[in-house]
């Protein structure tokens, strides 16, 4: 199992950026899919998941409003479109996968499979 990440750099405060992640190796329709990020200095954090058909999805409270997981089953993809953008949002961000139904979601603990991160760098 693959999830390559990609979409990061370097943006001003304000500005937006979208990330993708591709999967490979699973069924990834099966599969509920989750972004997470960790900054500098700080513990992995939950930003937002979505559920297998996409119908379902969750934010954390501070991206709420601003960030917007979508997905492609087509494509094994999954998207997060970022807009309005500060320099707190600065992180390396992951995809990842899992196979629960909803209870957990924000849980890294859940996700059983990782990309290996593409990094944001918001500048003010």
């Known amino acids: 199992v693959q999830l390559q990440a990609s979409g990061g750099g370097s943006v001003q405060a304000g500005g937006s950026l979208k990330l993708s992640c591709v999967a490979s190796?699973?069924?990834?329709?099966?599969?509920?899919m989750g972004w997470f990020r960790q900054a500098p200095g700080k513990e992995q954090e939950f930003v937002a998941h979505i559920s297998q058909n996409g119908g379902t999805t969750g934010y954390s409270q501070s991206v709420k409003g601003r960030f917007t997981i979508s997905r492609a089953n087509a494509k094994n993809s999954v998207y997060l479109q970022m807009n309005n953008v500060g320099p707190e949002d600065t992180a390396v961000y992951y995809c990842?996968?899992?196979?629960?139904?909803?209870?957990?979601?924000?849980?890294?603990?859940?996700?059983?499979?990782w990309g290996q991160g593409t990094q944001v760098t918001v500048s003010s």
């Open positions: 990842a996968a899992s196979q629960i139904i909803l209870s957990g979601a924000r849980e890294p603990s859940n996700y059983g499979y």
């Open positions: 190796g699973l069924t990834f329709s099966n599969y509920r």
